[in-house]
């Protein structure tokens, strides 16, 4: 297994063994290994390396003949070694060895030998800094939470109010939960019975039996189980005033 370069982002090591690319100890294919260098995200041990991933990135595998062997990925290559004319330590021992040399001969002439000048010196080239890694790409901003659902509450869907008989103008009702509150004032003993009717029919040719029957002032509430439709309300009062109203949880 050879270490082929690291993911700056997060420190995990990018590996090739056997014609396979690994991240961090995962399985990987070179294309997900190209998208982080696409990122600037990657630390290559070296440019062979990365001109070699390149290479098989780009390169398009040729079928096999039937029978034959799938051809296998291309070998990591390794860094040659420098030859020895190519390194500075060499250069200056040799000038070392010259200067060493034309010192004896200029000795054994009678002539007078020169030291060398500065100038004539093999310096030592300074190796530069490698250059900081591409910083990684910043992280997406977080989706925006969805809005809450909003709570259920009581809404009024009708009313009607008087001092004497009356009926209502049509109104729907819908699936959820429905009330009918009420409030009665009057001196003494009151009349009043509060009707819920379908919507088509008439209290006077059909009759109907109240939701709620009142003899005495006050106020209360009563669940109403008639179900989705369309209704009216209609009221019989005597010697009182009245106030109705239909509420439906939504």
């Known amino acids: 297994m050879q270490h082929v370069a690291t993911v700056t982002s997060t420190g995990a090591a990018v590996t090739y063994d056997e014609g396979k690319f690994a991240v961090g100890g995962e399985a990987v294919g070179i294309e997900k290994v190209m998208?982080?260098?696409r990122l600037g995200v990657l630390t290559w041990v070296n440019?062979?390396?990365?001109?070699?991933?390149y290479q098989v990135a780009s390169s398009t595998p040729v079928a096999a003949a039937p029978g034959a062997a799938a051809p296998s990925m291309a070998v990591l290559p390794v860094k040659p070694k420098k030859p020895?004319?190519?390194?500075?330590?060499v250069w200056?021992?040799?000038i070392?060895?010259?200067g060493a040399i034309g010192n004896a001969i200029g000795g054994g002439s009678g002539t007078s030998s020169t030291t060398p000048s500065a100038s004539s010196t093999a310096v030592a080239p300074t190796a530069s800094a490698p250059a900081a890694p591409a910083a990684a790409p910043e992280a997406p901003a977080a989706p925006a939470e969805a809005?809450?659902?909003?709570t259920p509450k009581w809404t009024t869907v009708a009313k009607l109010s008087g001092s004497s008989s009356k009926t209502g103008s049509p109104f729907h009702l819908g699936s959820g939960d429905a009330r009918l509150k009420y409030?009665?004032?009057?001196h003494g003993t009151v009349i009043a019975a509060f009707y819920l009717m379908e919507k088509g029919t008439s209290f006077k040719k059909d009759g109907g039996i109240p939701e709620v029957s009142v003899t005495k002032a006050g106020s209360d509430s009563t669940v109403l189980t008639q179900g989705e439709g369309d209704y009216y309300l209609e009221t019989i009062a005597g010697n009182c005033s009245w106030t109705l109203t239909v509420e439906e949880m939504k």
């Open 96 to 98: 070392l060895l010259l």
């Open 47 to 53: 440019d062979e390396t990365k001109a070699w991933a």
């Open 147 to 150: 809005p809450a659902a909003a």
């Open 183 to 186: 409030t009665v004032k009057g």
């Open 35 to 37: 998208e982080y260098e």
């Open 92 to 94: 200056v021992v040799g």
């Open 84 to 89: 020895l004319y190519k390194k500075w330590w």
